[in-house]
């Protein structure tokens, strides 16, 4: 290794856990205002303060469920063992809900409220990547005049499927409202992105299934198959809960899930 | 790139005069208003790989404005190999933005595969300046363009340096023909906190390199000052710039602000402020000094990360 190879791991290494080398301040000179020790203190700590701020801004309704004490200790241990990879800030949050999950501070008895917060992590991280993914802005979207055969999702779209009811906790949170931790209750949520809004969309599990369906590249007439086949449900049933009077595929073309495509072949899941 | 055919494409760069680092919070003002002599320098890494709003955004501001691309994390002076697919990205939104010019700094921000997400300082050694002139070669190969690069803000000082920092940027410019960005706050920081001199330090630059100089507010803790782009540029800088200003034959000029970011017009304001100084006035002492405390982390690449929650999410339950 280098001289240079060997001062960048080092003072790095200082960075990440500043009581890992404490001899790492002889990399500098001692003259100056600030000393070498108290030089590498200001790195030190503008590289957790500032990581830290950048987390605020991703997970900002589990920061407010946590307390932001609390979130900061979470994104201080995150931090230390899930170090930055890539060079965009936008993927600082990518891996937290996973490492939540494998550093539970429940241990072998598991506590309701580390799975809220768990299942809120990876909600934000979601909501948070469509705000800057690929999306369909300047781009023709469906219309209501669309044949099914030629709906497809558009590129800003995901679903997520959670233990709580974490989309209207968010939500709460943005209405500047202290919603109190909920309760257990399986929540269905789609996220689309339309002239750089996004929504989001509850749903129920048979939507949730169809959407899913579409999302791995079935049209319509398969995706409806596939409630049907999961659920139970009759055809029949099935095609008026998506364009019957109160079915959901207006709505959802008004909302922008889907663009419109020249109808080929397509998976039958 | 050959060195002439670097520092020819130098000499042909604009001087685009008086700019405004582009920030979120002021893109409604930018792009409602009627367009004005000004120029933008958009945040490589904000942009790089967006297919959202911002990208959008920063296609409507180039096609009022000028704009230059300024990047923090290519890492040029880190021992990691190159990121190719960080430096393909940048390609492509630069053939895609037209930039007058592709900036970053001489720093580096990573390595073993980690990102610091800050601007840590080089050792200013010969094995350093080797080791940078080689990636500016690579980099300015591939994006096919002259890259300029700036004097960062630094805290420490590496013990086994050899080199001051104007005479490792001098001689990085000769060996590649890149350019230089001079920032006239981030020269007053380092050397208030080295406690040296920042006249001397302007002496000794190569000014005839800087093609583009950035001017900011830094927060003063007595015992030393920390980069925090937070506030209005002191009047010390100011001193710097009027001097750099000259020296340097006039170049484009931008100011960055980067947290508690005031309104469009206040912003320009104080950027408009630079005219007095680059008309020769010598600067009132207290100017432009500011009260507003802060928690003193410094700033440069803090702001990268938008609000999504408050600005972009409707509910459709």
Same mark, same amino acid.
Do not use: K
């Given at each position: 290794m280098s001289a240079l190879a060997d001062m960048q791991s080092r003072m790095h290494a200082a960075l990440i856990d500043p009581r890992a080398d404490p001899a790492a301040q002889a990399l500098f000179a001692r003259d100056g205002r600030l000393g070498a020790?108290?030089?590498?203190?200001?790195?030190?700590?503008?590289?957790?303060?500032?990581? %830290?701020?950048?987390?605020?801004?991703?997970?900002? %309704?589990?920061?407010?469920a946590l307390g932001r004490a609390l979130f900061d200790d979470f994104v201080a241990d995150y931090i230390r063992d899930c170090p930055p990879e890539r060079h965009t800030l936008y993927d600082l949050g990518r891996r937290f809900a996973d490492w939540m999950e494998a550093r539970r501070p429940d241990g072998d008895a598991p506590e309701a409220w580390v799975d809220f917060m768990i299942d809120l992590a990876r909600f934000e991280y979601a909501a948070f990547t469509m705000f800057d993914a690929e999306g369909n802005e300047g781009n023709v979207f469906a219309t209501?005049?669309?044949?099914?055969?030629?709906?497809?999702?558009?590129?800003? !779209?995901?679903?997520?499927?959670?233990? !709580?009811?974490?989309?209207?906790?968010?939500?709460?949170?943005?209405?500047?409202?202290?919603?109190?931790?909920?309760?257990?209750?399986?929540?269905?949520?789609?996220?689309?992105?339309r002239d750089y809004i996004t929504r989001t969309v509850p749903l129920s599990a048979?939507?949730?299934? !169809?959407?899913?369906?579409?999302?791995?590249?079935?049209?319509?007439?398969?995706?409806?198959?596939?409630?049907?086949?999961? !659920?139970?449900?009759?055809?029949?049933?099935?095609?008026?809960?998506?364009?019957?009077? %109160?079915g959901s595929r207006d709505r959802w073309i008004e909302w922008g899930l889907f663009v419109a495509v020249d109808a080929g072949p397509v998976k039958d899941l | 790139m050959p060195v002439a055919v670097a520092d020819g494409r130098l000499a042909?760069?604009?001087?685009?005069?008086?700019?405004?680092?582009?920030?979120?919070? /002021?893109?409604?003002?930018?792009l409602s208003g009627e367009p004005q002599d000004l120029w933008f320098e958009a945040i490589s890494e904000n942009f790089m790989d967006s297919g959202g709003r911002p990208r959008a955004i920063l296609h409507a501001v180039a096609e009022r404005y000028p704009v230059v691309l300024h990047g923090v994390s290519l890492s040029i002076g880190s021992t990691d190999p190159l990121d190719r697919a960080y430096l393909a990205s940048l390609k492509r939104l630069a053939q895609d933005i037209r930039p007058a010019w592709?900036?970053? /700094?001489?720093?580096?921000?990573?390595?073993?595969? /980690?990102?610091? /997400?800050?601007?840590?300082?080089?050792?200013?050694?010969?094995e350093s300046l080797a080791h940078v002139a080689a990636r500016v070669r690579q980099v300015q190969d591939l994006l096919e363009r002259p890259l300029i690069l700036e004097n960062p803000s630094s805290y420490v000082r590496f013990a086994h340096s050899t080199l001051s920092e104007p005479d490792f940027l001098r001689a990085l410019a000769a060996e590649t023909g890149c350019g230089l960005l001079l920032d006239v706050n981030n020269v007053y920081v380092s050397?208030?906190?080295?406690?040296?001199?920042?006249?001397?330090?302007?002496?000794?630059?190569?000014?005839?390199?800087v093609v583009q100089m950035h001017l900011a507010g830094h927060q003063d803790f007595g015992t030393h000052v920390i980069d925090t782009h937070d506030r209005p540029v002191r009047a010390e800088v100011w001193e710097l710039f009027r001097i750099a200003w000259a020296r340097t034959g006039g170049a484009a000029t931008l100011l960055e602000w980067d947290d508690h970011i005031p309104g469009f017009d206040d912003c320009l304001a104080e950027l408009r402020k630079a005219e007095r100084y680059m008309a020769g006035d010598t600067v009132s002492s207290g100017a432009a000094e500011c009260a507003r405390g802060g928690d003193g982390v410094s700033n440069p690449v803090g702001f990268l990360i938008p609000r999504a929650m408050a600005s972009v999410m409707e509910d459709a339950a």
């Open positions: 020790a108290g030089g590498l203190a200001i790195y030190q700590r503008g590289y957790f303060l500032r990581i %830290a701020a950048c987390m605020r801004e991703q997970f900002p %309704a589990l920061c407010h209501s005049d669309t044949a099914d055969s030629a709906l497809r999702l558009q590129p800003a !779209f995901a679903l997520g499927r959670y233990r !709580f009811p974490v989309a209207s906790y968010y939500h709460a949170v943005r209405r500047g409202e202290a919603p109190l931790l909920p309760a257990p209750e399986p929540c269905h949520v789609a996220l689309v992105r048979p939507h949730y299934t !169809f959407l899913s369906a579409m999302l791995a590249g079935s049209d319509v007439d398969a995706a409806l198959a596939r409630i049907s086949a999961r !659920f139970g449900i009759d055809p029949m049933m099935a095609r008026d809960m998506w364009c019957g009077a %109160a | 042909g760069l604009p001087r685009l005069g008086l700019g405004l680092g582009l920030r979120n919070v /002021h893109f409604d003002a930018i592709v900036s970053d /700094h001489l720093c580096w921000s990573g390595v073993n595969g /980690h990102n610091s /997400h800050d601007l840590l300082p080089m050792p200013l050694t010969e050397c208030f906190n080295a406690g040296s001199d920042p006249i001397a330090y302007l002496d000794a630059f190569p000014c005839e390199r």
